[in-house]
């Protein structure tokens, strides 16, 4: 077997190989309540994960997630009170929509993409800042209850936002194997020249693979909303490095072109054991950034497809 | 002085160089032609050091030298003056030519400006160009961009020992007369501090210029002539070669064109710069060849059908309707399919399978609601396969890992299954071996069979005359002549030669 062949394999190895070496550590991490509850932790990150993954697929990055997820929680709080439930599918609406002029401005006015998601981020940001009057709101916990309550807790003894993010998972499987979108996506990541040639409108399907970051970024931030009963424009902070970390050691490299949402899902789990092997090896939690910084660029320099990027500024 | 012995040159299945024997003299003038792919491009770069012969010897005065990179070659007094400019258009004159050796000029880490524009100065007299070193090199004409490069080349003598040899490639595929008689004067007076290798496609200003030619084709050098006894029609013959194979065009099965069913009209289309005044037809069955040296406008004709690059004026009708926004898309939506030159970066996908390419160009014909129908897709992938034997695995197989016939292949598939009734080959057998051109041309016969239209920029003049129906020679973007190739009726090359140069 060749290394090639063996590099497809090495996400889910690294993790079994994780939860072997933190299972050592202490046995009790391999208790199924104790992976469970992990996945659940984990869900989250992973749905923003999800939504950054479509963009580094066709060879671009999302830099803007994190900041959409924080103006949703404000805005999540926000618009409970006036719409209820269908606050849930406005905040989905508005994540969208800041996906699409983050498309719109990458494709049409040919700005990189990570530097118009940042301009794009700190527009969403400051929305949140300037709608929450810099201050932590709070929902009405009865209305919460009725409008969201059936995202938290526990259904048949698994978290229900690991059912979430599994539901997303699936349909983010069916996107990327089963419908012309995720065939379109991949011809962009591994060739958009030959995509153009063959007549695809390559903006379109650009457009949309943002579309669907901001769309995941702002569930995230639905949920964050919903489990801390409340939005403040901090709450995602810390969340974009260890995401995109997931979707990077997950096996998409930042060239795009192979890889997928599968992938980014055992990414995700890789994060969330490598935080828990830092809480067995007292690593404080305002240093894990430091690892994931340092992960990020050694999986960044193991997977980037270096035939496609000719000069690096 | 220099002396090329014997030289060998091999990339992977292709000997790009087949002992190649060559010499110049101290402020001799060496002429080189050749075809495309002859082989002239690879001989200059191991002249100059970009590549590195693989058998033979490189010999300066008797001695064996190789060089292992151009600065190296620079340094044993061999520069080039590149075709495709290497000026640095944001920089200005005197940095450009003294790119790389500015140490000359520092003390204490400062550039002494004043030491680099008087030397430059000097350098720019050589070629006899009065202009402010210190003026930014994109406000340049083409012209004397190209006599700054030659400059730049110039500072050799005063930076090696030895003698200078200087390779121009194509110097004058961009200039005017006036510029083109300028620029010879100019050489021949440099004779007297260097010697120069002269390549291009123009063989009368070869015949002018030149002490000797050297004619190569298929990686040989088939002829060497003095200019004064040489004639221009015989080193045509050596450069076009054989004769033509009939059968290996398949003209045998080579049928007449509808000329009642017009796919493609060209009205009076011009693009500045690139093409003028282009006016054609394209019937159904008919194979319509473009056929000019590179840099004629032939590929920019065939971008402006394909809809990659609006014409300024004219009109480009698809079957009977004015094409008005110009993008593949729309040109895809007609009918039209594009096999581009670049086969690994514009024709397929690496990194996608035989079927996934396949489809890829009418989705719309193998989904529902956005959901596709993969089975469909597999089947009219095995289907292709098979009818065009092309060598995969399965319609599981990366493309990136096929050779390149079978690329060609794809990308031919994924246009004809999608019923593409007008194809655009661009060099469509270039890079293949002659196994893998044949089943290109049975192909071409095929489509045509099926009532396809193809426009075509042949790899050789030979594979335009065998496949054609219809060739217009193209040259500094205007249409020369019009030929009909009937069978038994076929231009020569030296018809076509004729009007190219």
Redesign the interface.
Known sequence: MNLDKLKKHFPWITLVVLAIFVGLLDPNFLRPENLLQLAGDISTLFIMALGITFVIYIGGIDLSAQSVANMTTVLATLLLPLMGGFAALACIAIGAVFGLVSGFVSTRLKVPSFIATLAVGGVALSVGQYASGQKALYMDAAMREQAFGWMTGNIAGLPREMLIAAVLLVIGLVIERRMVVGRVLKAIGAGELAASASGLNVDRYKMIAFSMSGACAAIAGLLFAVKLSGGSPVIANGFLLPAIVAVLVGGTPLTGGVGGVLNTAIGALIVAVVRTSMLYLDVPATAQQIFFGLVLIVAIALTIDRSKVRTVK | MFELRKVEKNFPNVRALKGIDFRIERGEIIGLVGENGAGKSTLMKIIYGAYQHDGGEVLIDGKAVRFENPRQAMQKGIGMVFQEQSLIGNLSVMENIFLGFEQQFVRFGVVNWKKMAAAARFQLAKVKLKIDPKTITSKLSFAQRQLVELAKVLTLEERVDGDLVILLDEPTSVLAKEEVELLFRLVRELRSRASFIFVSHRLDEVLELADRIYVMKDGEVVDHVVSTEAVAENIQRRMVGRDIDKEYYREEKQRPYLPEKVLVELDKVSLPGKYYDISLKLHAGEVLTLVGVEGSGREAILRSIFGLQRPLFGTISIKGDRVRSFN??N???RGVG?I?R?RK????????SVY?NIT??Q?RNY?SA???K?PKEKATAREWISKLHIKAPSEYADCGHLSGGNQQKVVLS?WRSGGSDIILLDHPTRGLDIGAKEDVYDMVRAMNADGAGIILIADTLEEAIGLSHTIAVIKDGKIQKQFDCKQGARPSLFDLVHYMI
């Not at chain 2, 970066?345 to 996608?352: A, D, L, N, T």
């Open positions: 593949a898309r040109s895809v939506a594009y581009p670049e970066v514009e024709g397929i996908v690496s990194g996608m996934e890829l160009s989705l989904s956005g959901f596709l993969i994924k």
